[in-house]
């Protein structure tokens, strides 16, 4: 902490620094909130170490080196979408949907009775959109989970799937997230906001949920007192205004409702799908962008670096810029990312690895449930060189 807070001390005193980002440096010394200008001067001026040094105080102070994951598994009920968005490996399948799934309640069921003698908390659901997955569908499929687990945390599905489930169901957005509530679902994850301004998504997602249904959807949840996720969408075709935008929307929502837990930021990935043509950014770029997250969504508790997207070793890096959660276990139930030409293919790390992965750069793991419970601090596990936990067997090793 003491070398952090020097550092920030060494930018204050820069006589060479720009005088807008030590305004920004002063600004995050002293816990105040930047502005909309401010934001998009940090992504067009500001250097890779300044938002080290500005995410990583920020991150200190709200988490010390705890590093959460959680122990989860996906489930797609689809890869077929009626949808046609332009970033999406998925929506190509529609014309050819005999090549894709389309999961019965009893598959999906299958799935989850794999992981009966694992340790696992959480079940995240989200796929294609299809007219057979519908209110009924999704409030029956949440009860028989709930029925078969109690504990299982459900997160599942994303305002693209609601909106076009409760408006086929005739209902408001308030009816529909109240039923499913009362079906069993615990939490919404993040997916589905790409980037709300419409002069962007109109032209990569044209036809799902607006931006403001997306946002107004999350509301209504978190006015039930439901906690959900955030994702943004970027490095396609958007500007940096268009990324201080969204955050600036999520910010305002999080003022309103403090709902949210956690933002996530998702590179666009250029594999196979109609965004082909477009480069991929740098890491250089994914790094600032997580930092200018930490430094913007003063409102909110985390960061999350989604390691099957950028890595394991993107996902060690961006603990030193603002992140301070890497998602779960996940098996490779998830398709979506490496459809896409994510980083990890099959996606899967056991307990051990990802343990390992945050103390090689000197953090501290910390298993949490969805709503960031703490549920083991893994900090003073030692291993040996055969990949074992030393000093603890009772608790079992998700396997890959
Ligand atoms: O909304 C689709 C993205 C999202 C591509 O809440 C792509 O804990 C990059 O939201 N390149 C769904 N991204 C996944 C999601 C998520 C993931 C992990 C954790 C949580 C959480 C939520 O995946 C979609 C879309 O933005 N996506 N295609 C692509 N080519
Ligand atoms: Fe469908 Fe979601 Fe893919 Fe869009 S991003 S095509 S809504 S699965």
Redesign the pocket.
Known sequence: MTKIISDLELLLNDQNLDPTLKTIAAKVQAEERISFDEGVYLFEHASISYLGVLANLIRERKHGDNTYFNRNFHIEPTNVCLYTCS???YSRLLKKREEGWEYTIEDMMNIVRQYDDQPVTEV?I?GGVLPQYDVPFYAELFRTIKAHRPELHI?AL?PVEYHYIFKKAKISYAEGMALMKDAGLDSM??????IFHPEIRDGIAGGKCSGEQWLEIHEEWHKLGGRS?A?M?YGHIEKYWHRIHHLDELRKLQDRTGGFQTF?P????NKD?AMSYLSEVNSIEDLKNYAISRIYLDNFDHI?A?WP?IGRQMAQLSLAFGVDDI?GTIDDTTK??SM?GAEEQNPSLSTYDLVRLITQVNRKPIERDTLYNVLQDFSDHIFEEDNQFKGYLELPVVQS
Do not use: Q
Not at 189 to 194: D, K, S, T, Y
Not at 266 to 269: A, D, I, V
């Open positions: 970033f999406c490996s995240h989200v997160k994303t994850p993040g997916g589905g906001a790409e996720n994702t969408l996530i998702l590179k666009f990935r799908n999350k989604y997207m998602d979506i990312y896409a």
